[in-house]
């Protein structure tokens, strides 16, 4: 049996969302639990949206006026997870739906049932319930209903969603170590400390191997702290700046981190996030992504995953990734025609922008979208009251350097090098059309006939001013009722568990907003009860 450093029942890598709801719910079924992190936690969660996809009647909607059932949930999702996941977790999924919601607002985190009432990429301070999927566009399928819960706090309140997670994660350390609570154990969480390898005896993952800063000099945990607060945004948002900003802080953990070896005697949970900052992993693996801008932190390199596969775990849907090209807002823009080249158009402009993501890349990367005067000068309008910082430069990009227009459709097609026949075509079908058969609500359908006439490149390809932003999707394949990592043959690795993006999810096949936190949530709950049951 190896030496350990420290040893506990559970051990989680990795103290992001996931990793924090793996650490409540182990010490609550009566594990002592150590959370380890590469920095100090928060990860892609605490730089995200704080979005968390919820329904079937949360306490938010009914607030809202909004009628919704785990069916019509249900019915949705059925139609973007496809068989990602089997048909009865989606469906524990959307039956604890409300209750998983609750859970996260017993530890603190605030939501609100403050609807908005337009279409957007992401709601702005005034409201924290919004259509953050495309359950409109699904109208035929099932009954739709806003469920983006947005975690409330100013501008992109990952922060409080995280910051939420953290304390409750702290107020068990304090009641494992001062109160003794009875039948709930302590949680320990070891910042600065990668785990670089897992521990196997008899078949069976026992513990981590670690490469830690906790006995390096006091100058050194400093700066490597700060260093890397100070790279996460440019990581973020230039992420060629980025990079330049860690090496500092890769540098710091190759000179002064040391070995440490923790052992597990109830089960290791992987919840260390995807793979989007391996910049090699992704171009071998997704190579959908080339061009995007992925959305992560440093700790995003795919270590979690490679851990687990190192150890006999099957990984799956690596190639998926989420492309989102958002048209709004401003709202008005989704009465637009969204074409390619040839004028063809190509999808129904008012659905999630992940899928319009995906549309545009599948008829290669090229993509325009029409508007006609009214809707331009709507749109205008519309910018500073439904738009934060962020998509302030987005619409700003969309209306100013990314459109041209023309007193034609044949000469604004001519300026954008997009077919004008073609395009000539497509407009006077939509413009004819009742309804629409692809499926954009009857109240975004406006002719777009008056002069003049703009198309604005909403192509997907590197740029500083309009990116598009990416996610990795696809990790390790677990078991559906236990969250254990699966060999490829579907045996269980004993021992190892995984959550989060480090794992195969709900939202694996097809994300909407909120969707990878709910599902980081239920994984990571799922894994921490089974690890603390030692299965
Ligand atoms: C700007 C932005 C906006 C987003 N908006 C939303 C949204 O609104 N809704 C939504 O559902 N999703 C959103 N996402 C995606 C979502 O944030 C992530 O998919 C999710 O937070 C991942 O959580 P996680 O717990 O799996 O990983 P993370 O939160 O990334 O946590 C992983 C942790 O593991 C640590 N780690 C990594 N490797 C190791 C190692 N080897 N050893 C020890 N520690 C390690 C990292 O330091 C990190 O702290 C957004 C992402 C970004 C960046």
Redesign the pocket.
């Known amino acids: 049996m190896p030496s350990w450093d420290i040893q506990s029942d559970v051990v989680i ?8 709801c793996a650490a409540l719910e182990a010490a609550q079924a009566g594990a002592g639990v150590v959370v ?18 919820a329904g079937g009647g949360t306490a938010q909607q009914w607030a809202a006026g909004v009628r919704d059932t785990a069916e019509a949930m249900l019915g949705y999702l059925r139609a973007e997870a496809g068989d990602v996941v089997p048909e009865r977790t989606l469906r524990e999924f959307c039956d604890g739906s409300v209750a998983m919601l609750e859970w996260l607002e017993s530890h603190g985190v605030p939501f609100e049932g403050s609807l908005c009432p337009d279409k957007t990429s ?1 709601p702005t301070n005034r409201h924290y319930l919004y259509y ?1 999927g495309s359950e409109v566009s699904f109208r035929d399928v099932a009954p739709p209903a806003p469920r ?1 819960h ?1 975690a409330r706090g100013r501008g ?1 309140s ?1 922060k409080v969603l ?1 910051r939420q997670l953290k304390t409750a994660v702290q107020d068990k350390a304090e009641c494992g170590l001062v109160l003794g609570r009875a039948g709930e154990q302590s949680v320990r969480v070891i910042g600065q ?4 390898a897992l521990v196997t005896e008899g078949g069976r993952v026992t513990g981590v191997e ?1 490469r830690s800063l906790r006995g390096a000099p006091w100058w050194a945990r400093g700066a490597h702290r700060a260093l890397h607060r100070l790279g996460r945004k440019p990581y ?1 948002y230039v992420p060629k700046l980025g990079r330049i900003a860690h090496r500092p802080v890769a540098w710091l953990e190759r000179r002064h981190a040391r070995p440490l070896l923790v052992g597990a005697s109830r089960g290791v949970v992987i ?4 793979f989007g900052a391996d910049r090699r992993m992704l171009r071998e693996r997704a190579p959908a992504a080339r061009g995007t801008l992925p ?7 795919g ?2 995953i490679r ?1 687990g596969a190192g150890a006999g775990g099957a990984v799956a849907h690596l190639d998926r990734v989420s492309v989102w090209r958002f048209l709004t807002p401003p709202p008005a823009l989704l009465r637009g025609v969204l074409v390619d080249g040839d004028g063809k158009r190509i999808c129904d402009e008012s659905r999630y922008g992940a899928a319009v993501g995906d549309a545009i890349l599948a008829c290669g990367g090229r993509a325009w979208l029409l508007a006609d005067r009214v809707t331009i000068e709507q749109a205008r309008r519309e910018v500073p009251g439904s738009t934060l910082w962020f998509q302030r430069l987005q619409a700003w990009y969309l209306l100013r350097p990314g459109r041209v227009s023309a007193g034609t459709v044949a000469a604004v097609a001519a300026k954008a090098g997009v077919d004008p026949d073609g395009l000539a075509a497509t407009l006077a079908a939509y413009n004819a059309a009742a309804s629409d058969p692809l499926g954009k609500p009857d109240e975004l359908l406006r002719p777009q006939d008056q002069p003049p006439f703009s198309l604005i490149d909403v192509s997907i390809r590197p740029r500083l001013l309009h990116p598009a ?1 990416v ?1 990795t999707l696809g990790g390790l394949v677990v078991d559906p009722d236990t969250g254990q990592v699966l060999r490829a043959d579907g045996s269980v690795v004993p021992g190892l568990f995984a ?4 794992a195969v999810g709900l ?1 694996s096949r097809s ?1 909407v ?8 949530v239920f994984s ?1 709950r799922r894994a921490g009860r089974h690890a603390a049951g030692r299965s």
Not at 13 to 20: D, M, R, V
Request: glycine share 24%.
């Open positions: 890598i990795g103290f992001g969302a996931a990793g924090a380890l992190d590469r920095f100090t936690g928060g990860g892609a969660t605490a730089l995200s949206g704080g979005v968390v996809y992401y953050s983006g947005r992109t990952g995280y400390t990668a785990a670089v670690c973020l919840a260390a996030g995807g959305l992560v932190t440093a700790g995003d390199d270590s979690g851990l932003p996610l959550a989060g993006r480090s939202c994300y907003s909120g969707l990878s936190r709910a599902d980081c990571g």
